[in-house]
Nanobody
Framework: QVRLVESGGGSVQAGGSLRLTCVAS????????MDWYRQAPGKQRELVAR???????NYADSLKGRFTISRDNARNTVRLQMNNLEFEDTAVYYC?????????WGQGTPVTVSS
């Protein structure tokens, strides 16, 4: 059974930093592309960042280089380092993997940025 568990969210002032962590189980992590999504109040869920099995990364254009996704295959972990946070980054952040032809999501971790 695939399970994704996020942690690291919280409240921070604008300009601050947070690091989100997602631990995956039930997947062959080394071959899985891993994603971070976010959903702000009243908005659709959007892709924030993706890291492929070979370490290639992609980011939403709006992030302007403030976020960094990384993976640790030895710990089945994917992280999202978020710097210079803005009020508009306030959202619930979800870890995601497409595996066995299905989408799997974590429970989400909330991030609140105060201006």
């Amino acid at each position: 059974q695939v399970r994704l568990v996020e942690s690291g969210g919280g409240s921070v002032q604008a300009g601050g930093s947070l690091r989100l962590t997602c631990v995956a189980s039930g997947v062959n992590f080394k071959i899985a592309a891993m994603d971070w999504y976010r959903q702000a109040p009243g908005k659709q869920r959007e892709l924030v960042a993706r890291i492929t099995s070979d370490g290639s990364t992609n980011y939403a254009d709006s992030l302007k280089g403030r976020f960094t996704i990384s993976r640790d295959n030895a710990r089945n972990t994917v992280r999202l380092q978020m710097n210079n946070l803005e009020f508009e980054d306030t959202a619930v952040y979800y870890c995601h993997v497409f595996y066995w032809s299905r989408d799997f999501w974590g429970q989400g971790t909330p991030v609140t940025v105060s201006s």
